[in-house]
């Protein structure tokens, strides 16, 4: 079955930095567009990045220039690295595959920005 767990997460200090990674199995993850959403408390769930199958990329407004998306195909994970944190990139983040109409999610991990 479809797994996806997401690892990395913690509190970090304003301006520092923190990297997610999720480990994919279960699914053939090279043909799968790979996405990191995030969902703040009160707030609905926003995507924060994506990358395609092909490797192409894009990012919300509010994390581009500080996050980076990118996977690796062997190892069947997907990362974001997360650069000049802000307390308003608190939230917990989740990762999701998917290919067609319907998608997978992780369980998510919380990101913590506060000094």
């Known amino acids: 079955q479809v797994q996806l767990v997401e690892s990395g997460g913690g509190l970090v200090q304003p301006g520092g930095s923190l990297g997610l990674s999720c480990a994919a199995s279960?699914?053939?993850?090279?043909?799968?567009?790979m996405r990191w959403y995030r969902q703040a408390p009160g707030k609905q769930r926003e995507l924060v990045a994506a990358i395609s199958s092909g490797g192409n990329t894009n990012y919300a407004d509010s994390v581009k220039g500080r996050f980076t998306i990118s996977r690796d195909n062997v190892k069947n994970t997907v990362y974001l690295q997360m650069n000049s944190l802000k307390p308003e990139d608190t939230a917990v983040y989740y990762c999701?595959?998917?290919?067609?109409?319907?998608?997978?999610w992780g369980q998510g991990t919380q990101v913590t920005v506060s000094s």
């Open positions: 279960g699914f053939i993850f090279r043909l799968y567009s």
């Open positions: 999701y595959a998917i290919r067609g109409p319907a998608g997978n």
